[in-house]
């Protein structure tokens, strides 16, 4: 039998889990992700005021320790399954003046074809005039239209009845890397901070980030560990599925002709 979690995530694609942290813990944890080194320089969304930090969890044992708590564990075994991963964080700041950021489904970022499990954490309040989290309900089912605007790869169409998630420090939203979601224009003086955290099924590929990776539940009970591989990347169907993706007919056709000029050599008469 499913359950409650499960039905309303199925049917919306996301849950919000009030007061899941304390808001001392918010503010231990953001002073860590200030402290946090980024794994490598790929920062490309930050403008203005609205500022990335990305990959930060990789050299940073505190927030280790914090992505895989027990308690964060409970509350993605019933979606993700019980052997997590994660493949992927960023912490960000709206400041004064952040402009929106646009409607989007963050698969077409990750260019990934399974679900990934969003972890949004409110480290500071979120509301609608600092920057707050908007999400379509139910649009997590198929993969969008969208279009590129410079780094940005926007939904192509316009939401039917998104929500408002207003949540205070240490409230928590898990939602599904195809829902729907956007933030607005921070008009307020304040500084407007949130983490999220990206999770995988160890059942899940994904061909874009290079080891180790960071195992953080196994058998549904915290377990963290960094990997050389795990068992989505040695699944040769997963493999199979990015490489069919990937596959680029104008690269393979020249690449099996010289494979054949080295083999039997060139036709005769040709130079």
């Known amino acids: 039998m499913k359950t409650e979690r499960q039905v309303s995530f199925e049917r919306d694609g996301f849950i919000v889990c009030k007061e899941v942290f304390t808001k001392e813990e918010m503010k ?3 002073e860590d992700i200030k402290e946090a080194q980024l794994r490598d320089d790929n920062d490309t969304l930050t403008r203005g005021s609205m500022i990335f930090r990305i990959s930060i969890f990789f050299k940073s044992l505190k927030l280790q320790q914090f992505i ?30 952040a402009d929106t950021f646009p409607w989007h489904q963050d698969n077409n970022y990750s260019r990934l074809q399974d679900t990934h499990y969003q972890f ?9 005039n600092n920057g707050g989290l908007w999400l379509q309900p139910g649009s997590h089912k198929q993969s969008l239209p969208y279009r590129r605007l410079g780094h940005e790869v926007v939904y192509d169409g316009v939401p039917e009845s998104p929500i408002l998630i207003t949540a205070e420090p240490g409230d928590v939203v898990i ?3 195809f829902t729907l979601h956007s933030t607005t224009p921070n ?12 999770y995988m ?11 180790p990776y960071f195992v953080v539940a196994r058998d549904g009970k915290s377990s963290p560990e960094f990997v050389e591989t795990y068992r989505g990347k040695e699944n040769m169907m997963n493999r199979l599925k990015y490489q069919l993706i990937n596959w680029n007919p104008d690269k393979l056709v020249p690449s099996l002709i010289r494979k054949v000029k080295q083999t039997f050599g060139s036709p005769s008469g040709s130079r």
Do not use: C, M
Not at 69 to 94: F, H, M
Not at 188 to 198: D, F, G, I, N
């Open 28 to 30: 231990t944890l953001l």
């Open 68 to 97: 895989s708590k027990q308690k964060i564990i409970d509350l993605l075994k019933d979606l993700a399954g019980p052997d997590i991963w994660v493949r992927w964080d960023q912490a960000v700041a709206k400041g004064p003046g």
């Open 201 to 211: 099924s160890l059942d899940h590929y994904d061909p874009y980030v290079e080891p």
């Open 120 to 128: 949004w954490v409110a480290l500071t309040e979120s509301n609608e």
């Open 175 to 177: 939602f599904s890397s």
């Open 187 to 198: 008009i307020t003086q304040e500084t407007r901070w949130a983490y999220v955290v990206e």
